[in-house]
């Protein structure tokens, strides 16, 4: 099992005690699989894949990623597994201003020591980007940014894709478009996707869909 979260629970500093963020929440995900996360806003879903991607710790439970138990690590190995096994891919597309478009498809894939030129031109191909490796972010759609988003984080072959809203930013038919070539991109790189979505219509790409209400799994 790639992914594993057991008992999982979650509490910010000062926030009610009776009310964690996260509660008593498990979930497990396979190599190859595909997974939707809904909730309405405030439920706890970013929160989680935050926790998933080893950005913030956790008040009990365990995360158990790529054999890791994330409960474990020290900062610099948690650094390492966001490198070498996790890629993010965010509702605010976060590309780095100052690179291109080109040097932002291979950014993620260099810090992981994995660059393949004909895996990152097969990508910008298939997202539809050739002829725009020279522009800058400020001079894309948002559609744009968001599959040079995609790229960044395909580029460097991650074992798990976590996508938090990554559609959440762009009209109904460009939100389908890009959702969909992800959805192909995932399957043809054999990555697990982790997708946080409000909407029913995103969540029934997925193979799997599970339920966030009040911190909990429904």
Known sequence: MLLEIQS????????????PVLSDVS??????????????S?????????????????????????GHALSTLADRERAVLRRDVVALVFQ????????????????HARLAGREDRGWIA??????GLDGFGARYPEQLSGGQQ????IGRALAMRPRLLLADEPSGNLDETTSDTVMALMLDLVAQSGAALFLV???????ALAGRRAHLSNGRIA
């Open 8 to 19: 999982l629970t979650k509490r910010y500093p000062g926030s009610d005690s009776a009310r």
């Open 27 to 40: 979930l497990s995900l396979a190599a190859g699989d595909t997974l939707a996360l809904t909730g309405e």
């Open 42 to 66: 405030g439920s706890g879903k970013s929160t989680l894949l935050h926790l998933v991607g080893a950005l913030d710790g956790f008040d009990s439970g365990e995360i158990r990623l790529d």
């Open 92 to 107: 605010q597309f976060n590309l780095i201003p100052s690179l291109s478009v080109a040097q932002n498809l291979s950014f």
């Open 122 to 127: 097969q990508l910008t191909e298939r997202l």
């Open 146 to 149: 968001q599959r040079v988003a």
């Open 197 to 203: 979505t409000h909407s029913e219509r995103i969540a």
